[in-house]
């Protein structure tokens, strides 16, 4: 099954938080690790100016969990949580259905 992570967090260097993102995504491709994040989606609150949502996509819990524990995963969290204004939460999600529309 497939399974979803939701991140939400505050900060005011989200231009920091993509240039982050990216690296991480670019480098755990070129590594070819097994168990990466299959999409990623970027929300910005529209309320909260500093409030963002970020949807990470995986195939499977475990691949997720793989993920997690990666030291590349880790390092990624540890320079994100410096530029946050607030802690940040996770919501783990099982995929239970989904379309594309259009």
């Not at 097994?34 to 929300?43: D, E, Q, V, Y």
Request: aromatic share 6%; charged share 30%.
């Amino acid at each position: 099954m497939k399974f979803a992570q939701i991140i939400d967090f505050e900060t005011e260097r989200i231009d920091e938080v993509r240039d982050l993102l990216r690296g991480y995504e670019e480098r755990v491709r070129a590594e070819g690790r097994s168990g990466t994040p299959t999409a990623r989606t970027l929300l910005k609150d529209r309320a909260n100016p500093h409030r963002y949502l970020v949807v990470v996509e995986f195939e499977s819990y475990e691949a997720a969990m793989a993920n997690s524990n990666a030291p590349e995963t880790s390092e990624l969290a540890q320079h994100l949580s410096a530029l946050m204004t607030r802690p940040t939460t996770y919501t783990d999600c099982d995929v239970e259905d989904q379309q594309t529309l259009g």
